[in-house]
């Protein structure tokens, strides 16, 4: 059973930093991207940043909004992935969802696998 538990949300004033989990069990890809998603009350998912894994794996890719604030990076002992906010902005605040899916990553890439149920985070002005 695949499961993906993400973890770290929390309340933060503009400015601040925080840092989201996400660790996966029971998936088996030699080739797998882990990808990080918010979604705000009225708003549609976005993409925020992903991650390739498996041989060769670490390229990474952002959504513009986040670019130089956000860092995404993975644990491969731990099967988890990071995702480090920096200088946290109003409307960064959301839902943080992480995915999984197999093959490479791509800019705007949102078919994946399996999903977690997401943490919150709130940022305050």
């Known amino acids: 059973q695949v499961q993906l538990v993400e973890s770290g949300g929390g309340s933060v004033q503009a400015g601040g930093s925080l840092i989201v989990s996400c660790t996966v069990s029971?998936?088996?890809?030699?080739?797998?991207?882990v990808g990080w998603f918010r979604q705000a009350p009225g708003m549609e998912r976005e993409g925020v940043a992903s991650?390739?894994?498996?041989?060769?794996?670490?390229?990474?890719y952002y959504a513009n909004s986040v670019k130089g604030r956000f860092t995404i990076s993975q644990d491969n002992a731990k099967n988890t992935v990071h995702l480090q906010m920096n200088s946290l902005k109003p409307e960064d605040a959301a839902m943080y969802s992480c995915?999984?899916?197999?093959?490479?990553?791509?800019?705007?890439?949102?078919?994946?696998?399996?999903w977690g149920q997401g943490t919150q985070v709130t940022v305050s002005s």
């Open positions: 995915a999984i899916g197999r093959g490479y990553c791509w800019p705007g890439r949102r078919d994946f696998d399996y």
């Open positions: 029971g998936y088996t890809a030699s080739t797998y991207c």
């Open positions: 991650i390739n894994g498996g041989p060769g794996g670490g390229s990474t």
